[in-house]
């Protein structure tokens, strides 16, 4: 998350009870036939706001933007935005905007007209377009491309008249689907960067639909993960990647080991889990919301692990031996997969603090010691 | 270039001279003195005296000028009906009897032209007695009723043009103008008529050249005096046809051939500063 930070209360207007939502999505169903593409979803959304809407191919997010945009009704539920309520009203009437995956530019017209088309539609006096027009561009930094038209643009130049096009009508809400896809890794990275900037220079609200979870790490202030056409957790990025609430989220939001046991004791401030793929005990120090002899599941990011040649001091708890099964080198870390005693693969990453130089290095089918803190695991039961 | 083997190239020479031999040979004895169509007169030849005859044999000039009005009207209506069809059929979504209007739309396809002809009759001799008794209006059929029977089986040939344009066209243009504010009506004339109008060009011309040739639906259906120019053609040609048909068919082979040929010079043209300049916008990021 890379907001600025100017005051502690309008930065997380969703943990104040007392704040009124911008967009409230209330129970909205979308069925085709006897598919339900989106099930029973809600959502408040506060005026700002980067929410994105993540979640794999097929798993509702893009017919959910539909209807916000008015491509498509809801089979059930409400969609009400600042006060007002948005089911019966048609997309050419929505004060909300959104920018096509595809960009979705009009051909025959140049990147001015393009821009201005929208500000057509509301007969407003040429001189004013025309203004509205040109300072667009410039926030886009497009002033001198005005006269192109669009097959005469870069990707990332298309996609900046893209976003210029729905800004310039000044929605209340802007709908971003997958504004990054069609751009290569390192034009992403600048273009997520500037796209925060023009979020905050203009304060509208923006809701981004992405598969890419490192798209909506960067651009989120709060990121809702989607599966089979519900929300499965709504949270800020590092809400979902430190404490996921499902085995689905831990995975599908970065990489993760997912260690399958049974609780064996659980107390006030903190809990042992018998892992027996891992061979070994996971102990947390935080207490866990399940009762002894159930099944959960630790969950423990790669870069928690810590890689030994030698046995710690503490052995046993969050300790387990194994050998090196491969080793993918990245230039900035590498990937180690321990064959843990127990059975069960484990991948840790570490970083490549030092330059690794031949003989230092832990090689293939070496024994090794993995271990973490007890406050790395998170426990999940489902 | 690689040199292609001789058999390679007497192929090629076959699979032209199948082609165009007809045609030359008509270009050849447009210019053939004698009265004779196939019998070349070696003394007086090459003479223009059937382009001279031709200016002033009326029957071919008002049967040609009938003809290409039929033809731009046909083209005109076919090129609207179609458009609306093939919109209808792609972008409505799936209406109910939406299997039974691609069937109904295609069916002039598959139809041979002589029952299409035959039922066109029989449609205006029905429509003709019901206006006469009703309301004692009379019409003669002519080139209104050329007109409507062509319109019928060529904007089904418009439809199914625009169709596969509309088809590989990315929708997600015209759900922008929408969401741009554009109301429906709009977004069809300033988005998707431009989006496309290539297909719509190309299926007027398809029209205009169907309906300009058709000879036996225009057999069925046109009136007393109302003589479309294949018809004209095809009467001459059983009565001992006249070389003039061939000097006019040459005038028109010239003026198709140079149509063609500027507009395919002209569409390279566009297809490759198009590409350059796409390949300049990537460079230039």
Same mark, same amino acid.
């Given at each position: 998350m890379v907001r600025s930070r100017n005051d502690g209360n309008a930065l997380e207007p969703w943990s104040d009870p007392a704040a009124e939502p911008y967009v409230r999505i209330s129970g909205v169903t979308k069925r085709f036939g006897d598919f339900a593409a989106v099930n029973d979803v809600s959502l408040d959304i506060y005026k700002g706001e980067i929410f994105c809407l993540l979640g794999g191919s097929g798993c509702g997010k893009s017919t959910l933007l539909r209807m916000l945009a008015g491509f498509e009704t809801p089979s059930a539920g409400s969609v009400v935005l600042d006060a007002q309520d948005l089911a019966a009203?048609?997309?050419?009437?929505?004060?909300?905007?959104?920018?096509?995956?595809?960009?979705?530019?009009?051909?025959?017209?140049?990147?001015?007209?393009?821009?201005?088309?929208g500000l057509e539609q509301e007969h407003l006096p040429k001189a004013q377009i025309a203004e509205r027009v040109s300072q667009m561009l410039s926030i886009v930094r497009l002033t001198e491309y005005a006269k192109r038209r669009p097959h005469q643009l870069s990707g990332g130049q298309k996609q900046r008249v893209a976003l210029a096009r729905a800004l310039v009508k000044r929605p209340k809400l802007l709908l %971003? *689907?997958?504004? /990054?896809?069609? %751009? *290569?890794?390192? /034009?992403?990275?600048?273009?997520?960067?500037?796209?925060?900037?023009?979020?905050?220079?203009?304060?509208?609200?923006f809701i981004v639909v992405t598969h890419d979870q490192e798209e909506a790490m960067t651009l989120a202030s709060r990121i809702g993960v989607m599966n089979h056409g519900q929300i499965v957790q709504i949270g800020t990025p590092s809400q979902i990647y430190e404490a996921p609430n499902s085995k689905f989220v831990a995975d599908f939001i970065g990489s993760v080991n997912l260690f399958e046991g049974r609780l064996i004791e659980a107390q006030e401030g903190q809990a042992r889990i018998q892992c027996d793929e891992l061979g070994g005990v996971v102990h947390v120090?935080?207490?866990?919301?399940?009762?002894?002899?159930?099944?959960?599941?630790?969950?423990?990011?790669?870069?928690?692990?810590?890689?030994?040649?030698e046995p710690p001091e503490h052995t046993g708890e969050n300790c387990v031996r194994g050998v090196v099964r491969e080793i993918a080198y990245m230039g900035d870390m590498s990937i180690y997969l321990v064959q843990a005693d127990g059975g069960k693969v484990v991948r840790v990453t570490q970083p490549n603090i030092a330059r690794v130089t031949h003989g230092q290095r832990i090689e293939w089918d070496e024994q090794v010691y993995l271990t973490w803190r007890a406050g790395s695991p998170v426990v999940l039961t489902r | 270039m690689k040199t292609r083997g001789w058999f390679s190239r007497v192929m090629l020479w076959l699979g032209l001279a199948f082609l165009y031999l007809p045609i030359v040979l008509l270009v050849v004895f447009s210019f053939n003195a004698s009265r004779l169509v196939t019998v070349w007169d070696a003394d007086d030849s090459p003479t223009l005296r059937w382009y001279r005859a031709l200016l002033t044999d009326h029957a071919v000039l008002d049967a040609a000028w009938l003809s290409i009005r039929v033809a731009a009207m046909t083209a005109t209506g076919a090129a609207i009906l179609g458009t609306l069809t093939g919109l209808a059929l792609v972008r409505f979504g799936p209406f109910r009897g939406r299997a039974f209007l691609r069937g109904l739309s295609t069916a002039p396809l598959v139809m041979p032209e002589v029952i299409t002809g035959l039922s066109?009759?029989?449609?205006?001799?029905?429509?003709?007695?019901?206006?006469?008794?009703?309301?004692?209006?009379?019409f003669d059929r002519g080139i209104v009723?050329?007109?409507?029977?062509?319109?019928?089986?060529?904007?089904?040939?418009?439809?199914?043009?625009?169709?596969?344009?509309?088809?590989?066209?990315?929708?997600?243009?015209?759900?922008?103008?929408?969401d741009l504010g554009a109301r429906p009506a709009k977004v069809f004339f300033r988005i998707t008529v431009p989006m496309i109008a290539p297909?719509?060009?190309?299926?007027?011309?398809?029209?205009?050249?169907?309906?300009?040739?058709?000879?036996?639906?225009?057999q069925f259906v046109s009136g007393p005096g109302a003589n479309t120019l294949p018809m004209v053609i095809f009467s001459k040609v059983r009565l001992g046809v006249n070389p003039s048909v061939n000097a006019f068919a040459t005038l028109m082979v010239l003026i198709v051939g140079t149509g063609v040929l500027v507009a395919a010079w002209w569409l390279k043209r566009v297809e490759k500063r198009r590409e350059r300049e796409m390949r300049m916008a990537e460079a230039g990021q």
């Amino acid at each position: 998350m890379v907001r600025s930070r100017n005051d502690g209360n309008a930065l997380e207007p969703w943990s104040d009870p007392a704040a009124e939502p911008y967009v409230r999505i209330s129970g909205v169903t979308k069925r085709f036939g006897d598919f339900a593409a989106v099930n029973d979803v809600s959502l408040d959304i506060y005026k700002g706001e980067i929410f994105c809407l993540l979640g794999g191919s097929g798993c509702g997010k893009s017919t959910l933007l539909r209807m916000l945009a008015g491509f498509e009704t809801p089979s059930a539920g409400s969609v009400v935005l600042d006060a007002q309520d948005l089911a019966a009203i048609p997309p050419y009437q929505r004060p909300v905007n959104m920018m096509f995956q595809s960009y979705a530019l009009f051909p025959h017209m140049t990147v001015e007209k393009n821009i201005a088309f929208g500000l057509e539609q509301e007969h407003l006096p040429k001189a004013q377009i025309a203004e509205r027009v040109s300072q667009m561009l410039s926030i886009v930094r497009l002033t001198e491309y005005a006269k192109r038209r669009p097959h005469q643009l870069s990707g990332g130049q298309k996609q900046r008249v893209a976003l210029a096009r729905a800004l310039v009508k000044r929605p209340k809400l802007l709908l %971003l *689907d997958e504004p /990054l896809g069609a %751009l *290569d890794r390192k /034009l992403r990275e600048h273009t997520q960067f500037e796209l925060i900037n023009i979020q905050q220079q203009l304060g509208v609200t923006f809701i981004v639909v992405t598969h890419d979870q490192e798209e909506a790490m960067t651009l989120a202030s709060r990121i809702g993960v989607m599966n089979h056409g519900q929300i499965v957790q709504i949270g800020t990025p590092s809400q979902i990647y430190e404490a996921p609430n499902s085995k689905f989220v831990a995975d599908f939001i970065g990489s993760v080991n997912l260690f399958e046991g049974r609780l064996i004791e659980a107390q006030e401030g903190q809990a042992r889990i018998q892992c027996d793929e891992l061979g070994g005990v996971v102990h947390v120090d935080y207490a866990v919301d399940a009762s002894p002899g159930q099944s959960v599941c630790a969950a423990i990011r790669p870069e928690r692990i810590h890689l030994l040649r030698e046995p710690p001091e503490h052995t046993g708890e969050n300790c387990v031996r194994g050998v090196v099964r491969e080793i993918a080198y990245m230039g900035d870390m590498s990937i180690y997969l321990v064959q843990a005693d127990g059975g069960k693969v484990v991948r840790v990453t570490q970083p490549n603090i030092a330059r690794v130089t031949h003989g230092q290095r832990i090689e293939w089918d070496e024994q090794v010691y993995l271990t973490w803190r007890a406050g790395s695991p998170v426990v999940l039961t489902r | 270039m690689k040199t292609r083997g001789w058999f390679s190239r007497v192929m090629l020479w076959l699979g032209l001279a199948f082609l165009y031999l007809p045609i030359v040979l008509l270009v050849v004895f447009s210019f053939n003195a004698s009265r004779l169509v196939t019998v070349w007169d070696a003394d007086d030849s090459p003479t223009l005296r059937w382009y001279r005859a031709l200016l002033t044999d009326h029957a071919v000039l008002d049967a040609a000028w009938l003809s290409i009005r039929v033809a731009a009207m046909t083209a005109t209506g076919a090129a609207i009906l179609g458009t609306l069809t093939g919109l209808a059929l792609v972008r409505f979504g799936p209406f109910r009897g939406r299997a039974f209007l691609r069937g109904l739309s295609t069916a002039p396809l598959v139809m041979p032209e002589v029952i299409t002809g035959l039922s066109m009759l029989l449609l205006f001799v029905s429509v003709e007695q019901v206006c006469r008794a009703a309301f004692g209006w009379q019409f003669d059929r002519g080139i209104v009723t050329i007109t409507l029977a062509h319109i019928t089986f060529t904007m089904t040939y418009v439809a199914v043009v625009v169709q596969s344009r509309l088809a590989s066209c990315d929708d997600s243009l015209e759900e922008a103008a929408l969401d741009l504010g554009a109301r429906p009506a709009k977004v069809f004339f300033r988005i998707t008529v431009p989006m496309i109008a290539p297909a719509i060009l190309s299926g007027w011309l398809l029209a205009f050249t169907l309906s300009w040739d058709d000879v036996v639906v225009s057999q069925f259906v046109s009136g007393p005096g109302a003589n479309t120019l294949p018809m004209v053609i095809f009467s001459k040609v059983r009565l001992g046809v006249n070389p003039s048909v061939n000097a006019f068919a040459t005038l028109m082979v010239l003026i198709v051939g140079t149509g063609v040929l500027v507009a395919a010079w002209w569409l390279k043209r566009v297809e490759k500063r198009r590409e350059r300049e796409m390949r300049m916008a990537e460079a230039g990021q």
